[in-house]
């Protein structure tokens, strides 16, 4: 009984060290080395002052701005720390009336009449997607275009420029990053 206990506690603190200690310092390591943008959270840096992350949507809600996908944190939106989805189905009433919702408010913005791109109604399964289709981004071009008194060409050019492509040409599909594109649109005016 002595030699199992013995034998169970050192294997509980080899499996600590290695586990709790050695495995994270080897991944953070590698992490620091092959992908440091990524692993320091990919901030986006205005001079001294962090504008926020490209890899977490923010909330943008003024006609001035491209809107990103709904979130789906509470109690707070685009909160890293309350990262999931809503869990409705897609005949459960909540969902309905978010998008609902996000409907009404695109239209009272003024946005174009017709069919509205999905990624502008429903939240992502983490609830912090920093992307829009690009067809989300055409739809808002009017707009934003309008608010800030922008040719629609000249927000169109700025979509383009920041609109990615699939990774490795064959993963995923284009898409824009919703911060980068509205820092973009700031920086433009701001000249």
């Given at each position: 009984?002595?030699?199992?206990?013995?034998?169970?506690?050192?294997?509980?603190?080899?499996?600590?060290?290695?586990?709790?200690?050695?495995?994270?310092?080897?991944?953070?390591?590698?992490?620091?080395?092959?992908?440091?943008?990524?692993?320091?959270?990919?901030?986006?840096?205005?001079?001294?002052?962090?504008?926020?992350?490209?890899?977490?949507?923010?909330?943008?809600?003024?006609?001035?701005?491209?809107?990103?996908?709904?979130?789906?944190?509470?109690?707070?939106?685009?909160?890293?720390?309350?990262?999931?989805?809503?869990?409705?189905?897609?005949?459960?009433?909540?969902?309905?009336?978010?998008?609902?919702?996000?409907?009404?408010?695109?239209?009272?913005?003024?946005?174009?009449?017709?069919?509205?791109?999905?990624?502008?109604?429903?939240?992502?399964?983490?609830?912090?997607?920093?992307?829009?289709?690009?067809?989300?981004?055409?739809?808002?071009?009017?707009?934003?275009?309008?608010?800030?008194?922008?040719?629609?060409?000249?927000?169109?050019e700025l979509i383009g420029q920041s609109t990615e492509g699939r990774q490795l040409g064959v993963l995923g599909?284009?898409?824009?990053?919703?911060?980068?594109?509205?820092?973009?649109?700031?920086?433009?005016?701001?000249?």
């Open positions: 009984m002595i030699q199992q206990l013995r034998t169970a506690t050192l294997v509980l603190i080899a499996l600590t060290i290695l586990t709790g200690g050695i495995y994270p310092l080897l991944v953070t390591a590698i992490a620091q080395l092959a992908f440091p943008h990524q692993a320091n959270g990919g901030l986006i840096r205005q001079g001294e002052r962090v504008a926020g992350s490209e890899l977490i949507g923010q909330p943008f809600s003024g006609p001035h701005y491209f809107w990103g996908r709904l979130s789906a944190t509470v109690p707070f939106p685009y909160n890293a720390a309350a990262s999931s989805g809503s869990n409705f189905g897609p005949l459960h009433p909540g969902l309905k009336e978010a998008a609902e919702a996000r409907i009404a408010a695109l239209r009272a913005a003024g946005s174009p009449a017709g069919a509205i791109p999905v990624d502008l109604v429903t939240a992502s399964a983490s609830g912090l997607d920093p992307h829009i289709s690009p067809a989300a981004a055409e739809f808002q071009v009017q707009r934003v275009a309008v608010s800030r008194r922008m040719s629609e060409d000249a927000v169109r599909e284009p898409r824009v990053n919703v911060l980068q594109l509205n820092l973009a649109l700031d920086r433009l005016q701001a000249k």
